[in-house]
Nanobody
Framework: QVRLVESGGGSVQAGGSLRLSCVGP????????MGWFRQAPGKEREGVAT????????YYVDYVKGRFAISQDNTKKTLYLQMNSLKPEETAVYYC??????????????????WGQGTQVTVSS
């Protein structure tokens, strides 16, 4: 079982920034698809972004493009999400997740096997 631990959440004003981190053992080597997801109260979990550590290719959902940046440190199996220009509607619990392989490395929750416990992000108006 893979253990993932998110950190960096908190409360910010609209337009502010946060940097989330996810630390975990991951898989051996550099063939992991890693992603960030979020779930607001009463809503389904939705994808935010993914990165494949085989080539550092990334994918972002349309509504965060240009504002969020996903990155990773493969030596530490650490995943990051830089979030800028945050909006109140992006208040949610943010989760990191990982699976082996780079095929279809997209932020779809059903594609991922292992999940962290989440970190709360609150954006006030």
């Amino acid at each position: 079982q893979v253990r993932l631990v998110e950190s960096g959440g908190g409360s910010v004003q609209a337009g502010g920034s946060l940097r989330l981190s996810c630390v975990g053992p991951g898989y051996t080597g550099s063939n992991n698809c890693m992603g960030w997801f979020r779930q607001a109260p009463g809503k389904e979990r939705e994808g935010v972004a993914t990165i494949y550590d085989g080539d550092d290719s990334t994918y972002y959902v349309d509504y965060v493009k240009g504002r969020f940046a996903i990155s990773q440190d493969n030596t530490k199996k650490t995943l990051y999400l830089q979030m800028n220009s945050l909006k109140p509607e992006e208040t949610a619990v943010y989760y990191c997740a990982v699976r082996w392989g780079g095929e279809n490395c997209r932020p779809r929750p059903t594609l991922f096997f292992y999940w962290g416990q989440g970190t709360q992000v609150t954006v006030s108006s």
